[in-house]
Structures are given as structure tokens and as C-alpha cells.
């Protein structure tokens, strides 16, 4: 059974940090390219960070502008576990946070219809 596993969520204040994981069975992550969404309340799901299938390439990783600099995606293809290393948060970085696979191509893209496998979620809360 494929399955996507999140952790590492939790409550933070303002300036903390956290490190998200993404473990994947029934498949092996570094055959997709993985993406990170965030869905706060009353907001639709955005991209936040994405990394490209493990191939010839240089392991090439994209960022929305308002994490960039502050959020570090990694992978561990031993562990077939992607990480999304968060610091210096913000409140407007409350949100449930996912992970999702896109089978469809190698390419890091930022549009969650491009993905097609989805985990449950972890909430982060950002409040002092």
C-alpha cells in the first residue's frame, strides 16, 4: 500500500524552528519528484517547496518567495524520507502542512493539481 506519512508539527514561537518528515512505503520517494503544501484556514493549499525526481541531475529544489531563504527541503533516499527543514517562523506560517508526490513527471512544480498522492497532514502553529 502506498502511503505518505508526515511528522514534526507542532507549536512554535515566532524566530523557532522545525524539521517536517515525509516517509514514504510501498514505494520509493526518489522515483518522484515531491512537493510541500501548506493549507491554512480559509486559504487554499500553496506550494511551498518542491524537489525534483533523484535522476542525472543536480537534485534541483524550487521555493515560494515568502519561505525562501528560511525553509531548506532535503532528501534521505536511505531513510525514503524527504525533510522540510523550517526556521525563523512566522505566524503566517500556521498552517497544516503536506507532502505529495507527483507520478506524472520529474519536474518540481508548484501547483498541488500536478500531484497525486497526498499525506494526512501536521499541523504548525506559530504563536508566541
Known amino acids: 500500500q502506498l502511503q505518505l506519512v508526515e511528522s514534526g508539527g507542532g507549536l512554535v514561537q515566532p524566530g523557532g524552528s522545525l524539521k517536517l518528515s515525509c516517509a514514504a512505503s510501498?514505494?520509493?520517494?526518489?522515483?518522484?519528484?515531491i512537493g510541500w503544501f501548506r493549507q491554512a484556514p480559509g486559504k487554499e493549499r500553496e506550494g511551498v517547496s518542491c524537489i525534483r525526481r533523484s535522476d542525472s541531475r543536480t537534485n534541483y529544489a524550487n521555493y515560494a518567495e515568502s519561505v525562501k531563504d528560511r525553509f531548506t527541503i532535503s532528501r534521505d533516499n536511505a531513510k525514503n524520507t524527504v525533510y522540510l527543514q523550517m526556521n525563523s517562523l512566522k505566524p503566517e506560517d500556521t498552517a497544516v502542512y503536506y507532502c505529495?508526490?507527483?507520478?506524472?513527471?520529474?519536474?518540481?512544480?508548484?501547483?498541488?493539481?500536478?500531484?497525486?498522492?497526498w499525506g494526512q497532514g501536521t499541523q504548525v502553529t506559530v504563536s508566541s
Open positions: 510501498g514505494f520509493t520517494l526518489d522515483s518522484y519528484a
Open positions: 505529495a508526490i507527483r507520478r506524472s513527471g520529474a519536474a518540481c512544480l508548484f501547483h498541488p493539481g500536478f500531484y497525486d498522492k
